[in-house]
């Protein structure tokens, strides 16, 4: 189906709209470049930051559909004095404790959608739409010994700007696989903007167990998000099993997810434990769902709740950390015939 114009706007043409846009395509790249100079001098004099690389596809489904490849680069600085400045100056921010650790956060990343037939030319009315979007994003994370919030704002490109098509034909060239054929039909350019919160609580229900070497704990949390890329609160939980569970809080991922750590402390011995996770959300807005907000695109009907089930195995030593899961997503709009199964693979860096 198509979604009504909600302003006054030429009838829309997949063909017409695929490089209708005033941008570089690949302009956030610099956006990203001079946020991260201006970002470094937060960062404390001793080196104690990480750097994350994530991957997410759905090539362990065997299939090529619906949220099919993402791709994150995620800068993390080391703890900031930042509450104790801001202090000093006499500004007070509501829920930031001036002895908390606080962490500056830079991502660049790049997400691809599309429709279960790949084969088909024509408009797939009844399938979510195809969609590429590339973006941009900072924030901060607070932390103490009881939980852990992090505000985040995103600006990205939704459309033929983000260059989804190219960059999705040629690695299926690269590997044999087959070309999508659809993307006449992807939703138009349209900039969108995410405001991003979450919320965890810590050292809930540890305990240590098998003769006082492993260890076991629960981490529940919020999170929640506004803007024109998409609405949506949540609510969910993750349960940990392992070897030295301080050095961190979960695996990065992308979002929306269950929220996790991006950070992770630096210490001699290596740690390691296996997770499950569970995460609910209401969705109110989903433009890779709902089609373009200012234009007619194509469109599906939304599912309102959509769950997240999330396993897997994190490894680190001093240096380095290696986290793979699976994640079992429900369905996310009234026609979609079989719910997802993708991987995400993260490899972060100490430094």
């Not at 941008?23 to 404390?44: E, N, S, W």
């Not at 973006?135 to 985040?152: K, Q, S």
Request: charged share 20%; hydrophobic share 40%; proline share 6%.
């Amino acid at each position: 189906m198509y979604a009504q114009p909600k302003f006054p706007h030429p009838v829309y043409s997949p063909k017409r709209s695929r490089y209708c846009t005033n941008m570089p395509p690949f302009f956030p790249v610099l956006i990203f470049l001079l946020g991260l100079l201006a970002l470094l001098p937060l960062q404390p004099a001793r080196a104690d930051s990480v750097i994350n690389l994530l991957i997410e596809n759905d090539v362990i489904s065997g299939n090529d559909r619906h949220y099919t490849s993402g791709v994150m680069l995620n800068y993390v600085s080391g703890v900031d004095e930042g509450p104790r400045r801001l202090r000093a100056m006499g500004i007070r921010v509501p829920g930031v404790d001036p002895d908390d650790k606080m962490h500056v956060a830079v991502s660049l990343g790049h997400e691809i959608y599309t429709p279960t037939d790949i084969s088909r030319q024509e408009l797939i009315e009844d399938d979510r739409p195809y969609a590429g979007y590339a973006y941009i994003a900072a924030g901060f994370v607070t932390e103490n010994e009881r939980e852990i919030e992090t505000w985040r704002i995103s600006l990205g490109l939704v459309g033929p700007g983000a260059k989804a098509e190219y960059l999705q034909n040629t690695l299926h060239e690269a590997i044999g696989s087959d070309r999508a054929e659809g993307w006449d039909n992807q939703l138009g350019n349209e900039w969108v903007v995410s405001f991003a919160y979450e919320k965890k609580w810590l050292n809930l229900a540890r305990a240590r167990t098998f003769f006082n070497t492993t260890e076991v704990d629960f981490i529940p949390h919020l999170s929640a998000a506004i803007g024109n890329l998409g609405t949506y609160a949540g609510i969910g939980g993750m349960a940990r099993i392992g070897r030295g569970l301080h050095h961190d809080y979960g695996p990065p991922r992308i979002r929306p997810n269950l929220p996790v750590s991006q950070f992770y402390t630096r210490e001699a011995g290596p740690s390691w434990y296996f997770f499950f996770g569970l995460d609910g959300r209401y969705v109110a807005r989903n433009i890779f769902l709902d089609g373009n907000n200012f234009r007619s695109s194509h469109s599906v009907d939304r599912e309102d709740f959509v769950a997240d089930l999330q396993a897997g195995f994190v490894w680190n030593n001093s240096r380095f950390r290696l986290a793979y899961n699976w994640v079992y997503r429900g369905r996310e709009f009234t026609r979609q015939e079989e719910r997802d199964l993708f991987a995400s693979l993260s490899i972060s860096v100490h430094f």
